[in-house]
């Protein structure tokens, strides 16, 4: 007498448009904010010449750099999770990663804040890294998540480890950011200018390869 096989409980493939709404709106507001690492500066009231421009020069100027660049690296990225509309559909573990994922991305207000304020001390430095390199390691792991559970479309197959060997660029980007915290304090942030430069690179040879 065979026994019976229970039914397979059919895994739900839930509509992706949720996550992309709740990612771009995440985006949205920690490129917004981070315009608050931008200290407004209290100064004497009849300050002189050689204030204003240490000023400039000390504060006001590496603050903005340091926007830019948080600015940049998040601009990069969210031009960047078009590779997500290869995903034909989602589930709960995919939306985990995402939210966590979101998680990282909202905590960079916050890190680039403290590198405008301590950016001469090698914690702020540590800190602002492993915030990108937490970022590049769960984005690396969205994108093979989804392949290795057979969620993207068939046209995206063939770009999938090219897509994979440029997602490690964050992380690879971040260890070399903490090794040289601890070389010296000048600059160390100015390599993540690699990132955005990198992954537009990489787009314009997906396109020619498209076309070819």
């Known amino acids: 007498m065979t026994e019976e096989k229970e039914p397979s409980i059919p895994v739900p493939r839930i509509p992706k448009g949720r996550m992309e709404t709740l990612t771009d709106g995440i985006f949205a507001i920690a490129m917004t904010l981070l315009v608050l690492s931008l200290e407004v500066p209290t100064l004497p009231s009849n300050p002189t010449p050689t204030i204003i421009n240490d000023y400039i020069f000390n504060l006001l100027l ?64 540590i800190i602002f890294a492993l915030n990108m390199l937490v970022i590049g390691i769960l984005y690396y792991s969205l994108f093979n998540y989804a392949l290795n559970h057979e969620m993207l479309y068939e046209q995206v197959l063939p770009y999938a480890n090219m897509i994979k060997r440029s997602n490690l ?11 040289i915290s601890f070389i010296t304090s000048v600059g160390t942030i100015l390599i993540f200018l690699l990132v955005p430069v990198l992954l537009n690179i990489r787009n314009m040879a997906n396109k020619k390869k498209q076309t070819e």
């Open 169 to 179: 660029l964050m992380p690879v980007i971040s260890l070399i950011a903490i090794l």
């Open 62 to 125: 590496p603050q903005i750099g340091i926007y830019i660049i948080s600015f940049a690296i998040l601009g990069g990225f969210w031009l960047n999770h078009y590779v997500f509309y290869g995903i034909k559909h989602v589930d709960n573990s995919l939306q985990w990663l995402n939210i966590f994922w979101l998680m990282s991305i909202a905590i960079v207000p916050f890190s680039t804040s403290l590198m405008s304020t301590y950016g001469q001390y090698q914690f702020a430095e």
